[in-house]
């Protein structure tokens, strides 16, 4: 009897089943007055059906209501709440800084700068030694081959 309603976002399939359904009632009420009237009793039976359809359509309205005053308590609540662990979050955060200063952790400002000013330091030092003459550039040392001990000499006899 009852169907389910498409996803709100198919606006078109939404509209139809809204129309679908309305037509139904319309006919389910036309089929009820003239069972109605077919019974002998015409108006008492159908004055009752149109109470008994105030009363239900009374009911739907009061949980219309009641369902979006709760949504609108919720959204408020969700707010608040999302306000509230945002300062949390800054407070914890601010004091977990304040924590790893007093222990001697850099920040990541100070490490950051301490960065840039070793890249400094480095491109400096290649500018440097750039300019050095060859024959004051440092001599690379080359190991030797350690000299025969007596030990050595031994070994070859």
Do not use: H, N, Y
Request: hydrophobic content about 40%.
């Amino acid at each position: 009897m009852s169907k389910k309603l498409p996803a709100e976002d198919d606006d078109e399939a939404l509209a139809r089943a809204v129309r679908t359904s309305a037509q139904q009632i319309w006919q389910a009420g036309l089929g009820a007055f003239a069972k109605a009237q077919e019974a002998g009793e015409g108006g008492r039976s159908f004055t009752r059906l149109v109470r008994d359809g105030s009363v239900l359509a009374r009911r739907a309205r009061e949980v219309e209501e009641a369902t979006g005053t709760v949504a609108r308590a919720a959204e408020r609540a969700a707010r608040r709440s999302s306000g509230s662990w945002g300062k949390l979050e800054q407070v914890f955060e601010e004091r977990v800084a304040r924590a790893l200063a007093t222990i001697g952790v850099p920040a990541a400002s100070e490490v950051e700068a301490l960065r840039r000013r070793v890249d400094e330091l480095e491109m400096m030092l290649a500018e440097l030694a750039g300019r050095l003459p060859a024959s004051d550039a440092p001599k690379k040392r080359t190991r030797r081959a350690p000299k025969p001990g007596p030990a050595d000499e031994d070994e070859g006899a």
